[in-house]
């Protein structure tokens, strides 16, 4: 995939400083960004849900064509924050560290955790579909429709499974299967650093010695505020390059290649099982 990656320039940063403690105040900020445009009422109604990450992976400033220059405006800023290009960034560097991945083991046996829609997987899947198999797990009955729906639409659902449930209950209950990659992206946000522990700890027994695990995590970052004031964003984990590193390797992963995604927002991780223990 030839999908480039979004940058902030040293104009979006310091405007980004300026700015932030501003539209972060409640009133200010939902009167611009959530009650003058319909794509940022969305955002905050869904707020880390699948839909509202399809809503920043998909965005052009075509889906506000028609409507009234301010909303066009306000919407396309809203939409080219830091964080919004740093998913949309995200979602392209675990791309393509997936093809990577198929090109040196030469195929795939992926579970995916609160898989979401699994754009990742179904993406390269679409140009990669020999051999590649892949269970996506997730606990919203709607995002596992729209997977199977996108899926469909791309050629590949043969090549993927379903299964809905907590990421939690698999740490519980475990699963008989050994993939060779095993992925985690978006949802390290949430559990603390002991329960994250538990979840690497399970994922590292399951996988095929040799086999890789990609997780990500958000960090501290000039927008933090104004994700939870305004867009409602629940209470996130963010954590930085050591800090990740640290827990991966209580896990069981040592040395893990810790990358982050060119805005410096969010941290993708991509680390092996050398053995069985």
Known sequence: MNQKYETAGIVQRTATRVLMPIVSHPKIGKFLFVKLSRMGRSIQRLASEYKCLEIIYGYSREQTKGRGLIERILTHLLLSFLNAKAVRNRLRLVERIIEDIIQKTGRVEIISLAAGSGRDIIDVFSQNPDGNTAVLIDRSRQAINYSKNLAQ??????????????????????????????LMVGFLDYPNDEEAIEIFKEIYRILQPGGYFITSNITNNPERTFLHTILKWPTMHYRSHHELKKILEAGGFNNPLITAEPTDTHLVAIAQKLYDP
């Open 153 to 182: 639409t791309k050629g590949v659902a043969d090549n993927l499974t379903w299964a809905r449930g907590m990421v939690e209950e698999f740490v519980k209950n475990g699963k008989k299967m050994k993939p060779n990659l095993a």
